[in-house]
C-alpha cells in the first residue's frame, strides 16, 4: 500500500480513530479490509474502491463477512426482482448482491454495529470530491496527468524489483499506454505482452502488432467456442462469486497459463473510464442512467420490469452537487466499476498479483476533477498519448475500427464503413470480444432449462428475452442463472 502523504494503513490506525477519519483512511491505497473496535461500537470498512471483495449478512444475533460468498454462506436463494436486475445489467447494482439478504460492503460505505443496542448501521460520505486544477489549459494538464501516472506505475512495480511484468494487450489504448510508461521504466526485457481473443479480431491481431512494433515478448492465447464449454464456465462462476454474467468474459484456465510468464499483472482496469470515456452529458436522469448501462438501451422495455424502488437502490450514495463528474460516471464508479468490472479483471486473483496505476489517488484526484471539456471523449487523454507516443498512436486502434488514433477524420470514416460491412454482409465481427457471443448465443445459452423458465424470472421477461432479438445477449445472463443454481443449489423463488 502506498500513499504520498499519509503513509500506510497501519500507521494511520494507531492514531486516535474516529468516524471523520474514514475519507482519510479510505484514500491509503491497497485492497484491504479494516473491522475496528471503539468502545462499543465496531466499524468495518473497505478500500476506497472496494477491490477487496467483502460480503455480509445481518441476522438477529450476528453479522457474517466473507470474500467467498459461495461456499461460506448457507440456503441461498435468487428472487425474481434481484434476478431481473442480473438479466438487464448483468450484475446487481447497490449494497445487493444476486442472494437475498447478502449484501456487499460497498464504496463510501462504512457498518457500524452498536454492542449495545444490538443494531448494525451503514454510515455513508461521498467519495469524489472536486479539486480545482492549478493548470487548466490542456497542454499542462495532459503532462501532469502523465506525470502522475508515471509515478503510480513506479511506485508499484518497485514492489517487484526483479519479477517479469505481464501486460494483456488488446486493441484499445490503456493498455498500450501502461507498456509505453513501463518501457520508460525498465527493461524490455522484463516485460511480457499477453493477447487472447479470437483469430482476426481488433483485440487479438493489434495487441500482437504493437507488441511486434515496441519490440517486447509476445504470447498469444486463442479462443474459441469450444473454451466456453458448462465446466469452463463453472469455473469462471466460483471465481466470480456468481455476481456477473461470468460467461461472457475470457476464461480463466488463460489466466491460470499466464504464470508460466509471470504473476505480476500490470492491468489498465477502468482506465479509459477515469480518462472520460463515460462522461455522458446527456445522461442525467436516474432512470436513463440505468438504461444507457443495460444491456438493452431500450427506455420502455426496461420501464416494464425495473420499477423505481429497484433503480433508486443503485443510487444509495451521495451525488456531490459540486462533482465534475456527470451523473453517469458516478454510477458507473460506484456500481458498474466495483459489481462488475472487477470481477471480469480480477481473475484468479489469489496467485495473480495485479497492478493497477489507473486507479492510484492522486491521479485519479487530479484526472477526475478537471474541466469536464478536457475528459469528454478521453479528449485530453488522447492528445496527450499522441504528443508522446507518437508510434503507438499511428497504430491500429479498435475504438475506430482499425484505423489509427492519429487518423483522420476521413480515415476514421472509411475504416467505420468497412467495418460495417465486414459485419453486416460477410458476417466478420472483428469487434468481438473474445469471440463473437452473437454468433454463438445458440450453441452456448440455449439450453432446453432456460426455455421452460427455470431461472427465476417473470414468465413475460423470459418469453421478452427468448424472442426479441435486442435482447439477445441477455440469455447469457439466463444462462448463468441456470449453471449457478444448478451447480450450488441455489432456490429461484
Same mark, same amino acid.
Given at each position: 500500500?502506498?500513499?504520498?502523504?499519509?503513509?500506510?494503513?497501519?500507521?494511520?490506525?494507531?492514531?486516535?480513530?474516529?468516524?471523520?477519519?474514514?475519507?482519510?483512511?479510505?484514500?491509503?491505497?491497497?485492497?484491504?479490509?479494516?473491522?475496528?473496535?471503539? *468502545?462499543?461500537?465496531?466499524?468495518?470498512?473497505?478500500?476506497? @474502491?472496494?477491490?477487496?471483495?467483502?460480503?455480509?449478512?445481518?441476522?438477529?444475533?450476528?453479522?457474517?463477512?466473507?470474500?467467498?460468498?459461495?461456499?461460506?454462506?448457507?440456503?441461498?436463494?435468487?428472487? #425474481?426482482?434481484?434476478?431481473?436486475?442480473?438479466?438487464?445489467?448483468?450484475?446487481?447494482?447497490?449494497?445487493?448482491?444476486?442472494?437475498?439478504?447478502?449484501?456487499?460492503?460497498?464504496?463510501?460505505?462504512?457498518?457500524?454495529?452498536?454492542?449495545?443496542?444490538?443494531?448494525?448501521?451503514?454510515?455513508?460520505?461521498? $467519495?469524489?470530491?472536486?479539486?480545482?486544477?492549478?493548470?487548466?489549459? $490542456?497542454?499542462?494538464?495532459?503532462?501532469?496527468?502523465?506525470?502522475?501516472?508515471?509515478?503510480?506505475?513506479?511506485?508499484?512495480?518497485?514492489?517487484?524489483?526483479?519479477?517479469?511484468? &505481464?501486460?494483456?494487450?488488446?486493441?484499445?489504448?490503456?493498455?498500450?499506454?501502461?507498456?509505453?510508461?513501463?518501457?520508460?521504466?525498465?527493461?524490455?526485457?522484463?516485460?511480457?505482452?499477453?493477447?487472447?481473443?479470437?483469430?482476426?479480431?481488433?483485440?487479438?491481431?493489434?495487441?500482437?502488432?504493437?507488441?511486434?512494433?515496441?519490440?517486447?515478448?509476445?504470447?498469444?492465447?486463442?479462443?474459441?467456442?469450444?473454451?466456453?464449454?458448462?465446466?469452463?464456465?463453472?469455473?469462471? *462462476?466460483?471465481?466470480?462469486?456468481?455476481?456477473?454474467?461470468?460467461?461472457?468474459?475470457?476464461?480463466?484456465?488463460?489466466?491460470?497459463?499466464?504464470?508460466?510468464?509471470?504473476?505480476?499483472?500490470?492491468?489498465?482496469?477502468?482506465?479509459?473510464?477515469?480518462?472520460?470515456?463515460?462522461?455522458?452529458?446527456?445522461?442525467?436522469?436516474?432512470?436513463?442512467?440505468?438504461?444507457?448501462?443495460?444491456?438493452?438501451?431500450?427506455?420502455?422495455?426496461?420501464?416494464?420490469?425495473?420499477?423505481?424502488?429497484?433503480?433508486?437502490?443503485?443510487?444509495? @450514495?451521495?451525488?456531490?452537487?459540486?462533482?465534475?463528474?456527470?451523473?453517469?460516471?458516478?454510477?458507473?464508479?460506484?456500481?458498474?466499476?466495483?459489481? @462488475?468490472?472487477?470481477?471480469?479483471?480480477?481473475?484468479?486473483?489469489?496467485?495473480?498479483?495485479?497492478?493497477?496505476?489507473?486507479?492510484?489517488?492522486?491521479?485519479?484526484?487530479?484526472?477526475?476533477?478537471?474541466?469536464?471539456?478536457?475528459?469528454?471523449?478521453?479528449?485530453?487523454?488522447?492528445?496527450?498519448?499522441?504528443?508522446?507516443?507518437?508510434?503507438?498512436?499511428?497504430?491500429?486502434?479498435?475504438?475506430?475500427?482499425?484505423?489509427?488514433?492519429?487518423?483522420?477524420? &476521413?480515415?476514421?470514416?472509411?475504416?467505420?464503413?468497412?467495418?460495417?460491412?465486414?459485419?453486416?454482409?460477410?458476417?466478420?465481427?472483428?469487434?468481438?470480444?473474445?469471440?463473437?457471443?452473437?454468433?454463438?448465443?445458440?450453441?452456448?445459452?440455449?439450453?432446453?432449462?432456460?426455455?421452460? *423458465?427455470?431461472?427465476?424470472?417473470? #414468465?413475460?421477461?423470459?418469453?421478452?428475452?427468448?424472442?426479441?432479438?435486442?435482447?439477445?445477449?441477455?440469455?447469457?445472463?439466463?444462462?448463468?442463472?441456470?449453471?449457478?443454481?444448478?451447480?450450488?443449489?441455489?432456490?429461484?423463488?
Amino acid at each position: 500500500m502506498w500513499h504520498p502523504s499519509i503513509g500506510d494503513l497501519q500507521r494511520v490506525l494507531q492514531t486516535k480513530f474516529c468516524p471523520e477519519q474514514l475519507s482519510e483512511i479510505e484514500n491509503i491505497e491497497g485492497s484491504f479490509l479494516v473491522v475496528y473496535r471503539r *468502545g462499543r461500537r465496531i466499524y468495518i470498512f473497505c478500500d476506497k @474502491y472496494s477491490i477487496q471483495r467483502v460480503y455480509y449478512a445481518i441476522d438477529a444475533t450476528r453479522v457474517t463477512l466473507s470474500d467467498k460468498l459461495l461456499e461460506d454462506f448457507q440456503n441461498l436463494a435468487i428472487s #425474481p426482482q434481484n434476478a431481473t436486475q442480473f438479466a438487464f445489467l448483468q450484475f446487481v447494482p447497490g449494497r445487493c448482491t444476486l442472494f437475498d439478504k447478502i449484501y456487499r460492503l460497498m464504496p463510501c460505505e462504512c457498518l457500524v454495529l452498536d454492542l449495545d443496542t444490538k443494531q448494525c448501521a451503514s454510515m455513508l460520505h461521498f $467519495i469524489y470530491g472536486k479539486r480545482k486544477v492549478d493548470a487548466p489549459d $490542456i497542454t499542462s494538464v495532459g503532462q501532469t496527468t502523465h506525470n502522475l501516472f508515471r509515478q503510480a506505475v513506479q511506485m508499484r512495480i518497485q514492489k517487484y524489483p526483479t519479477s517479469n511484468l &505481464l501486460v494483456p494487450l488488446s486493441g484499445g489504448l490503456d493498455s498500450r499506454y501502461i507498456l509505453a510508461t513501463l518501457m520508460e521504466l525498465v527493461s524490455p526485457n522484463r516485460i511480457t505482452a499477453v493477447t487472447f481473443g479470437s483469430l482476426g479480431t481488433y483485440d487479438y491481431e493489434i495487441g500482437a502488432q504493437v507488441a511486434k512494433v515496441v519490440g517486447v515478448k509476445h504470447v498469444a492465447y486463442p479462443l474459441s467456442v469450444e473454451d466456453y464449454r458448462d465446466p469452463e464456465l463453472l469455473r469462471n *462462476g466460483l471465481d466470480a462469486e456468481g455476481q456477473v454474467n461470468f460467461i461472457t468474459e475470457a476464461p480463466l484456465r488463460v489466466f491460470e497459463e499466464f504464470e508460466a510468464h509471470g504473476t505480476v499483472v500490470v492491468s489498465g482496469f477502468v482506465g479509459d473510464a477515469i480518462m472520460g470515456s463515460k462522461a455522458y452529458q446527456c445522461v442525467q436522469d436516474q432512470r436513463d442512467v440505468v438504461v444507457r448501462d443495460s444491456l438493452v438501451d431500450d427506455r420502455d422495455l426496461c420501464a416494464q420490469f425495473l420499477d423505481s424502488d429497484t433503480i433508486a437502490d443503485g443510487f444509495y @450514495y451521495e451525488t456531490g452537487e459540486d462533482s465534475s463528474l456527470t451523473t453517469f460516471e458516478q454510477w458507473f464508479f460506484v456500481n458498474h466499476f466495483t459489481k @462488475y468490472t472487477n470481477y471480469c479483471v480480477f481473475k484468479n486473483r489469489n496467485r495473480l498479483k495485479y497492478i493497477s496505476p489507473f486507479i492510484d489517488y492522486e491521479l485519479c484526484e487530479f484526472v477526475l476533477n478537471i474541466p469536464r471539456e478536457m475528459r469528454l471523449k478521453r479528449a485530453m487523454y488522447f492528445r496527450e498519448c499522441c504528443n508522446r507516443f507518437p508510434q503507438l498512436a499511428g497504430l491500429p486502434f479498435k475504438s475506430y475500427m482499425g484505423s489509427a488514433l492519429s487518423a483522420s477524420l &476521413l480515415s476514421r470514416f472509411i475504416a467505420r464503413q468497412w467495418d460495417k460491412i465486414n459485419y453486416s454482409y460477410l458476417g466478420i465481427d472483428k469487434r468481438a470480444n473474445y469471440i463473437s457471443f452473437h454468433k454463438h448465443v445458440s450453441r452456448i445459452a440455449g439450453g432446453a432449462d432456460v426455455r421452460k *423458465g427455470g431461472v427465476g424470472l417473470r #414468465p413475460e421477461l423470459l418469453r421478452t428475452i427468448l424472442e426479441d432479438k435486442r435482447c439477445v445477449l441477455m440469455r447469457y445472463n439466463l444462462r448463468c442463472l441456470q449453471l449457478l443454481s444448478r451447480q450450488y443449489d441455489i432456490s429461484l423463488q
